[in-house]
């Protein structure tokens, strides 16, 4: 069974400019997750999706960060304008319908804003 | 609210020595409780879970046991590896809260030879 697929693994960008990340979930996942994980910390729920539908985007800084899951599928997470504390490893996980599953983790974006 | 609190690293170990990280939990709800390694550069993998009261859960030599009178789910390994050389995250999820994962803010633990 094929894992999470995030891309870039890596992004460097200048302060307030913009920055998209784009994961693939396993196949037959309901539920996506984005999360930020700052150097030295645990990982930060951003938003959680069930399908097409948001389960929670308490986290996430609607004035600069966007989400989207196309088709229940594949999912884009947005950064306009970037600031330099949004340095951080962004990771998409999925897990199955009917919980509680364990998550499944993509190996994450490594976003430097200079 | 739920939450989860690691014993604070990093944490270094000579091979085929003991290894506990402590890991203790809030939960509103019955929480589910994991351990999950991240290997530098890579993302997290699941370690072990447990689901209920004196669940044990048990991969690679690594054992954690869910004590709700305690709201514990300490790691344990008995000889550790250079190999096991990685930062461990504590994490729990509640049906309540969606199944949201909650992550603790992870032990780096270093094995020497």
């Known amino acids: 069974e094929a894992g999470v697929a995030q891309s870039p693994r890596y992004k460097i960008i200048e302060k307030r400019q913009s920055v998209a990340f784009w994961c693939n979930p396993i196949?037959?996942?309901?539920?996506l997750y984005w999360y930020q994980q700052i150097l030295g910390q645990g990982p930060k729920l951003l938003i959680q999706?069930?399908?097409?539908?948001?389960?929670?985007d308490s986290q996430l800084p609607k004035d600069r960060f966007s989400a989207e899951r196309l088709k229940g599928v594949d999912s884009t997470l947005k950064i306009q304008p970037a600031k330099l504390e949004d340095s951080a490893v962004y990771l998409c996980?999925?897990?199955?319908?009917?919980?509680?599953?364990?998550?499944?983790f993509g190996q994450g974006t490594r976003l430097t804003v200079v | 609210g739920n939450s989860v609190t690691q014993m604070e690293g990093p944490v270094t170990l000579s091979e085929e020595a003991f290894l506990t990280i402590n890991c203790t939990y809030t939960?509103?709800?019955?929480?589910?409780l994991f351990w999950y390694v991240q290997y530098p550069g890579e993302g997290l993998q699941l370690l072990l879970k447990?689901?209920?009261?004196?669940d044990k859960g048990s991969n690679k030599g690594f054992e954690a046991t869910y004590r709700k009178e305690t709201t514990s789910f300490h790691l344990e390994k008995g000889s550790v590896q250079v190999s096991d050389s990685a930062v461990y995250f504590c994490?729990?999820?509640?049906?309540?809260?969606?199944?949201?994962?909650?992550f603790g803010t992870g032990t780096s633990l270093t094995v020497i030879p």
């Open positions: 996980a999925s897990s199955r319908d009917r919980g509680p599953f364990e998550a499944f």
């Open positions: 196949s037959g996942h309901a539920t």
């Open positions: 447990a689901t209920k009261a004196d």
């Open positions: 999706f069930q399908n097409n539908g948001v389960v929670d």
């Open positions: 994490a729990l999820s509640t049906v309540s809260a969606g199944n949201q994962f909650y």
């Open positions: 939960a509103t709800g019955y929480p589910s």
